[in-house]
């Protein structure tokens, strides 16, 4: 009865086909380098998913550069090197009939000074948890919004099946969406229109300048906690 249920068939995501119902969700390894390479126990760690036959597997959260790396150990994807390290467990992974999709995640004003080469933490708005972070400038948004169009290149192009934006947890997009953590006056907030917009452009961006069978999913928590 089991091997006939729903849970392993197949789903299909827009033009991509995922062989059973089972999700391997990001959950934050630490077993990232000091550089944001992978070390090979990770590697491993996802491929063992696929030999499991997890119908698709999505490792720990990655930083799409460096100002919003929000762990010691966590992995990056700010550099060409960062995802060229992954291509032999893509290969794997879907030569095993997996797909692999990568969450990309600004750590935001949550942001150690000493985890991101001494810079001062940057977020949506100061956020009174995390003292010593400041707002950012128009300028920097379309950079970070820049960083994750360039870290879903960077996937597509070792053959990732898409990305997920992570917007949950107090973390960078999701501080824009929140009307508690989002206190700015200009067109990043105020409205939901405006607190959304971070995310729109983010979407409209990748999904202009990647293939259209590229996935584009979202992380968002049910509640804030505040």
């Known amino acids: 009865m089991l091997k006939n249920s729903i849970l392993f068939s197949p789903v299909k995501l827009g033009k991509c086909v995922i062989p059973n119902r ?5 959950t934050y390894e630490g077993l990232g380098g000091t550089t944001g390479l992978p070390r090979s126990v990770l590697n491993k760690k996802i491929e063992d998913l696929a030999t499991g036959e997890v119908g698709l597997i999505v490792p720990g959260y990655v930083y799409p550069t460096i100002r919003g790396k ?3 150990r966590q992995c990056g994807m700010s550099r060409i090197a960062d995802s060229q390290v992954w291509e ?3 290969d794997i ?4 009939g997996s797909k692999i999709m990568f969450q990309v995640c600004h750590g935001g004003s949550r942001c150690q000074k000493n985890v991101i080469n001494g810079l001062q933490p940057i977020g949506c ?4 948890n995390f003292p010593g972070s400041r707002e950012m400038t128009n300028a920097e948004i379309e950079d970070t919004i820049d960083s994750f169009v360039q870290s879903s290149f960077r996937l597509q192009s070792i053959g990732v099946d898409g990305i997920q934006l992570h917007a949950a947890h107090g973390f960078l997009l999701s501080s824009f969406l929140s009307p508690y953590l989002n206190r700015r006056k200009d067109k ?3 409205s939901l229109e405006n607190r959304l917009r971070i995310v729109y452009e ?11 069978d590229f996935l584009i999913s979202i992380k ?3 509640s804030d906690y505040v």
């Open 93 to 96: 992974i879907h030569k095993k």
């Open 188 to 190: 990043w907030g105020g």
């Open 88 to 90: 032999p467990s893509v």
């Open 202 to 212: 983010i979407v409209r961006s990748i999904r202009e300048f990647t293939a259209p």
């Open 70 to 72: 929000a762990s010691p």
């Open 22 to 26: 089972f999700m391997r969700s990001a």
């Open 220 to 222: 968002m928590n049910g």
């Open 125 to 128: 708005s100061p956020d009174p």
